[in-house]
């Protein structure tokens, strides 16, 4: 089942269900809108093949803080990135993360997105 406003509304009211901050604007019909945060993990552009097998591929990220101006994302490129939102889910109430499809249209697609676990607390 998927949650309409009224119900993101009641639980967000009951206490049940947490994403801070929120603006009543991003709440949608059915979904709620959320902000990319401000920190990003990037590959190197000297890593030409992502080998998973590598245990010290994580260490070779660069961590990015943007600025109020942002940072530009290079084509081709993978970056890891965190909700500006925190949020807690109840251990009954799973998420889906998906992109917004006007920023698909610019080339930004949210690859790795998907199902978040029940229980769920973070950004």
Do not use: C
Not at 74 to 87: C, D, G, S
């Amino acid at each position: 089942m998927i949650l309409n406003d009224r119900s993101i509304r009641k639980l967000l009211k009951e206490g049940e269900l947490s994403i801070e901050p929120l603006d009543e604007a991003q709440i949608q019909p059915s979904s709620v809108d959320l902000r990319l945060g401000n920190e990003f993990l990037i590959y190197p552009d000297e890593i030409e093949i992502l080998d998973v097998k590598n245990p010290d591929l994580s260490n070779q990220l660069k961590r990015v803080v943007a600025d109020e101006e942002g940072f530009v994302i290079q084509p081709k490129h993978f970056i890891l990135a965190t909700t500006r939102e925190y949020i807690k889910l109840p251990d009954y109430l799973t998420a889906f993360v998906e992109g917004r499809s006007s920023l698909g249209r610019l080339g930004l697609f949210i690859e790795n997105a998907g199902w978040v676990d029940a229980g769920f607390e973070g950004t």
